[in-house]
């Protein structure tokens, strides 16, 4: 009984870090068409930006705020730099890769390999359902529904968000109604990269930062998006699935924690193979995954 | 039953073969008898099976359209078969041969299987993730597979270098002549009708997901055969030789040589070779360097460097036959 409510509160948590990181990941591959492997080194840098604006300003509440502005704008750079081949797939996720590569390689040459803890802002734990839980990572889940249903009421009522909506759906009569679609793009990706900070600046100092994390964030949001179907933002919910599986691989053996990387892109491979179209997608056609 | 075309005598076949061809294989027939360094050896057995590796990636990735970045999970597949057998069981190399081909052969196999039906990103993205699943199983096994560290300790593919060279030589260019052959048949017209629209085979009544399947198996054998020669040569088993970052080089030749052409890989893995001997001076920088570089080509460079480096050499070339005439 303990270790099921462990398992639920510490998914629940989990997940809805994962919510956020995955919305931006899924909204860039929807809207914009790009598959954004670098899309975890914005949730890696959000955690860098922060520990350096903190140990310049010894200051959270003014480290948080920069960390998320200068997140964001990493992301601006980004979409910049590989605006020009976003036609073709095999040339932005060559791109994707190499910049997210690239950025790895420079905070690995500039902080070294050595892990960095992000100090909490709100320290000490409490109890749910009997489960210790830290009150930062209840913090940080709060805030990413917070913000999830913010970007939800973004998405549905102003004309950006609608734009963003429009362009998913059909590009061609999105271009008639006369919605500029570089500027959606170049939006997306900036939206984002912001929920990917947010997340990262509040559920990072629970974890360690290490130089190598961002493939691994960019595989889960992948995983979550063809679980939870393209272009759906009922989706997201997957992320709970995943972030269930990987407590129940962790808790259940000794090993687990090596090996729950490969539990859920087994489930993701499986899923390819039933059902394409993931669990709340549209039918795309029994050969064709849409491009 | 089809007669054999009669190719003529020998020395006409060898009329038609191209006198650059003979060059270029000759000198480097010639290469250890001017040098019998072992480091210049190495760096040229290294070429050959980067080149290999990049040729093998080509044949899927350039001509059929399928961009895997977990290729070199086959390359890894064969040298840690290779590595258990000859560490644990004391098995000779050349024994091991057949057993890590038909092991990288059979993990093909296996990962076509749910590949093939995708497309675009979902597929680039499917190859990453079967690298990372095999990694997750040799941490879980940490006895077996050495973990981190890998398996250390293989022996030499042979007594010398000279020898470890001319079989890199001879592997290297009969696997271009054999890709070529394919890519020059039928078999490669099809292979290119598929890139550019898979609905037109299909209504030619051929078995697009047959052909798909021949070529992602012989791609992953090749890919195999360099992971062989790599375990013997480099004496080290890694996982980093199955992850993403090995698969990376094999597409960057590609992309440096030009995707979609044998001997723009094989350019690609003399640059890659070159500019990673090079760069050993400033090693804390060298993969910085190599992501750089790949941004660039993909940004501002999109046919290839082998395509500039080919119109340099005729504009050249022009203007050398001007000047003697």
């Known amino acids: 009984m303990d270790v099921i409510a462990k398992l639920v509160v510490y998914s629940f948590i989990t997940g809805s870090i994962y919510c956020i990181v995955a919305l931006g990941f899924s909204l860039v591959f929807g809207v914009a068409n790009i598959l954004n492997l670098a899309h975890g080194v914005f949730y890696m840098i959000s955690g860098y930006l922060v520990y350096s604006f903190f140990v310049m300003t010894q200051n959270m509440y003014t480290a948080i705020p920069l960390a998320v502005i200068g997140t964001t704008l990493f992301g601006a750079l980004t979409y910049l730099t590989i605006h020009t081949v976003i036609d073709s797939p095999f040339k932005t996720l060559l791109a994707t890769f190499a910049i997210g590569g690239a950025i790895s390689e420079i905070i690995f040459i500039v902080y070294g390999v050595s892990t960095y803890g992000i100090p909490n802002i709100i320290d000490g734990s409490f109890m749910i359902l009997g489960v210790p839980v830290v009150k930062q990572a209840f913090l940080s889940?709060?805030?990413?529904?917070?913000?999830?249903?913010?970007?939800?009421?973004?998405?549905?009522?102003?004309?950006?968000?609608r734009a963003m909506r429009a362009v998913a759906q059909n590009i061609e009569v999105a271009k008639l109604a006369g919605i500029n679609i570089n500027r959606v793009k170049f939006f997306t990706?900036?939206?984002?990269?912001?929920?990917?900070?947010?997340?990262?600046?509040?559920?990072?100092?629970?974890?360690?930062?290490?130089?190598?994390?961002?493939?691994?964030?960019?595989?889960?949001?992948?995983?979550?998006?063809?679980?939870?179907?393209?272009?759906?933002?009922?989706?997201?919910?997957?992320?709970?699935?995943?972030?269930?599986?990987?407590?129940?691989?962790?808790?259940?053996?000794?090993?687990?924690?090596y090996v729950k990387t490969g539990v859920y892109l087994l489930i993701m491979i499986i899923i390819l193979m039933l059902r394409p179209q993931g669990l709340f997608g549209k039918y795309l056609g029994p050969l064709e995954v849409k491009i | 039953?089809?007669?054999?075309?009669?190719?003529?005598?020998?020395?006409?076949?060898?009329?038609?073969?191209?006198?650059?061809?003979?060059?270029?294989?000759?000198?480097?027939?010639?290469?250890?008898?001017?040098?019998?360094?072992?480091?210049?050896?190495?760096?040229?057995?290294?070429?050959?099976?980067?080149?290999?590796?990049?040729?093998?990636?080509?044949?899927?990735?350039?001509?059929?359209?399928?961009?895997?970045?977990?290729?070199?999970?086959?390359?890894?597949?064969?040298?840690?078969?290779?590595?258990?057998?000859?560490?644990?069981?004391?098995?000779?190399?050349?024994?091991?041969?057949?057993?890590?081909?038909?092991?990288?052969?059979v993990i093909a196999l296996i990962v076509a299987r749910p590949t093939m039906r995708l497309k675009g990103h979902y597929l680039a993205l499917v190859t990453f993730a079967f690298p990372a699943i095999t990694t997750n199983i040799f941490f879980a096994f940490p006895d077996f597979f050495g973990a981190d560290i890998g398996i250390t300790g293989l022996s030499r593919l042979s007594g010398s270098r000279t020898i470890d060279f001319y079989v890199a030589f001879v592997a290297v260019w009969s696997i271009y002549f054999i890709l070529r052959k394919i890519i020059n048949s039928d078999t490669g017209l099809?292979?290119?009708?598929?890139?550019?629209?898979?609905?037109?085979?299909?209504?030619?009544?051929?078995?697009?997901?047959?052909?798909?399947?021949?070529?992602?198996?012989?791609?992953?054998?090749?890919?195999?055969?360099?992971?062989f020669l790599y375990a013997h040569v480099i004496r080290i088993v890694e996982p980093t030789n199955l992850e993403v970052h090995m698969a990376m080089q094999a597409v960057v030749m590609c992309i440096i040589g030009g995707v979609g052409t044998l001997s723009g890989a094989i350019f690609g893995a003399v640059v890659v070779t070159i500019v990673n001997e090079f760069l050993r001076v400033i090693e804390q920088y060298r993969i910085l360097i190599f992501y750089l570089l790949i941004l660039m080509i993909v940004l501002f460079l999109p046919k290839g460097l082998k395509w500039y480096f080919d119109s340099l050499c005729s504009t050249v070339g022009r203007g050398l036959k001007r000047v003697i005439s």
Request: proline share 4%; charged share 10%; aromatic share 14%.
């Open chain 2, 190 to 227: 099809i292979l290119r009708a598929i890139q550019c629209n898979e609905a037109a085979p299909i209504s030619c009544g051929i078995d697009i997901a047959k052909v798909k399947l021949k070529m992602f198996i012989i791609s992953g054998m090749f890919a195999g055969v360099a992971g």
């Open chain 2, 1 to 105: 039953m089809k007669e054999a075309k009669y190719l003529g005598s020998p020395s006409e076949i060898l009329k038609k073969i191209p006198k650059t061809w003979i060059f270029l294989l000759a000198i480097q027939i010639c290469i250890p008898f001017v040098t019998s360094n072992p480091y210049y050896l190495k760096i040229f057995v290294i070429f050959y099976i980067y080149a290999i590796f990049a040729m093998s990636w080509d044949l899927i990735g350039g001509y059929l359209g399928i961009v895997s970045f977990g290729h070199a999970l086959f390359f890894g597949a064969s040298a840690y078969t290779t590595a258990i057998l000859n560490v644990k069981l004391n098995w000779p190399p050349l024994l091991n041969f057949p057993l890590s081909i038909l092991c990288s052969l």
């Open chain 1, 141 to 161: 889940a709060v805030l990413a529904l917070f913000v999830l249903s913010g970007f939800v009421f973004f998405l549905n009522k102003t004309d950006l968000g």
């Open chain 1, 189 to 257: 990706v900036v939206v984002a990269a912001f929920l990917a900070s947010v997340a990262g600046v509040f559920y990072l100092p629970l974890q360690s930062l290490h130089p190598n994390m961002w493939m691994n964030v960019t595989i889960i949001s992948f995983v979550i998006v063809v679980l939870g179907g393209m272009g759906s933002i009922k989706g997201i919910i997957a992320s709970y699935i995943i972030a269930f599986s990987e407590y129940a691989t962790t808790l259940s053996f000794a090993e687990g924690s």
